[in-house]
């Protein structure tokens, strides 16, 4: 067999694998999360549906757009209902409602990258007593709910190079598999993933946001932070 050949049967492998693998993801929201992620799990060849209260206007239509062949937008309801994945891009002090109302997650994976941000006076607060995470879990569960995504903004996520070197994304959940499906969403995009246990840690990887956000917007010396993986 010439090399040619054997060339053209590894890229064809290669597709067939990627289609394979290649899940309907559904992004819950059309704000900057929502921008930053679903073009780019689009790169990676799964199918992306946007879960928006307005599918048709022009916003949701141009991020539509931007998410390759086979994206659409619809209703939330609607949109997790079609979803093996479903991202919650949403406010963080809604998680609640917003996952109640979208009907029946049993079996899907639930990547949560929200901060449950209040503000009291001058600074931010954590506003729930455990985690977004573990409400969601609450509220659906059975569901896998992984954390993921809420420790940097939607520039480094879609351009990691600019943080000066490798990023690592938190994964909390109860749920190993799940978490293994997440990783690869993380690393496809150039991002390193790193499993720190159940969802009750999600508490403190939602703290996180909390020091940044605080010093950032306050009255303290602001900074930029970026987990990295120890060699």
Same mark, same amino acid.
């Given at each position: 067999?010439?090399?040619?050949?054997?060339? %053209?049967?590894?890229?064809?492998?290669?597709?067939?694998?990627?289609?394979?693998?290649?899940?309907?993801?559904?992004?819950?929201?059309?704000?900057?999360?929502?921008?930053?992620?679903?073009?780019?799990?689009?790169?990676?060849?799964?199918?992306?549906? !946007?879960?928006?209260?307005?599918?048709? %206007?022009?916003?949701?239509?141009?991020?539509?757009?931007? %998410?390759?062949?086979?994206?659409?937008?619809?209703?939330?309801?609607?949109?997790?209902?079609?979803?093996?994945?479903?991202?919650?891009?949403?406010?963080?002090?809604?998680?609640?409602?917003?996952?109640?109302?979208?009907?029946?997650?049993?079996?899907?994976?639930?990547?949560?990258?929200? =901060?449950?941000?209040?503000?009291?006076?001058?600074?931010?607060?954590?506003?729930?007593?455990?985690?977004?995470?573990?409400?969601?879990?609450?509220?659906?569960?059975?569901?896998?709910?992984?954390?993921?995504? =809420?420790?940097?903004?939607?520039k480094t996520m879609i351009d990691p190079d600019s943080s000066?070197?490798?990023?690592?994304?938190?994964?909390?959940?109860?749920?190993?598999?799940?978490?293994?499906?997440?990783?690869?969403?993380?690393?496809?995009?150039?991002?390193?993933?790193?499993?720190?246990?159940?969802?009750?840690?999600?508490?403190?990887?939602?703290?996180?946001?909390?020091?940044?956000? =605080?010093?950032? !917007?306050?009255?303290?010396?602001?900074?930029? !932070?970026?987990?990295?993986?120890?060699?």
């Amino acid at each position: 067999m010439t090399a040619r050949k054997l060339l %053209s049967l590894s890229v064809i492998l290669s597709l067939l694998l990627s289609t394979a693998s290649a899940e309907t993801i559904a992004i819950i929201g059309t704000g900057d999360v929502a921008t930053a992620l679903g073009p780019e799990f689009a790169d990676q060849g799964h199918e992306i549906v !946007y879960g928006s209260r307005t599918p048709d %206007s022009d916003k949701a239509r141009e991020l539509v757009a931007r %998410s390759g062949e086979g994206a659409s937008a619809t209703s939330p309801g609607e949109a997790a209902k079609a979803a093996d994945i479903v991202v919650l891009a949403v406010p963080g002090l809604m998680v609640r409602e917003i996952t109640a109302g979208l009907g029946d997650l049993s079996g899907k994976i639930i990547i949560d990258p929200t =901060n449950p941000l209040q503000r009291k006076t001058l600074t931010f607060h954590h506003a729930v007593e455990t985690s977004n995470a573990q409400i969601i879990q609450e509220v659906a569960p059975d569901a896998h709910v992984v954390k993921a995504f =809420n420790t940097l903004n939607w520039k480094t996520m879609i351009d990691p190079d600019s943080s000066g070197g490798p990023v690592s994304i938190p994964l909390a959940g109860d749920s190993r598999s799940a978490k293994r499906t997440v990783a690869k969403l993380v690393e496809g995009m150039g991002l390193d993933a790193i499993d720190v246990g159940g969802i009750e840690n999600a508490h403190w990887v939602e703290g996180m946001l909390i020091l940044w956000i =605080n010093n950032r !917007y306050g009255t303290r010396e602001s900074f930029d !932070y970026h987990l990295r993986k120890t060699k």
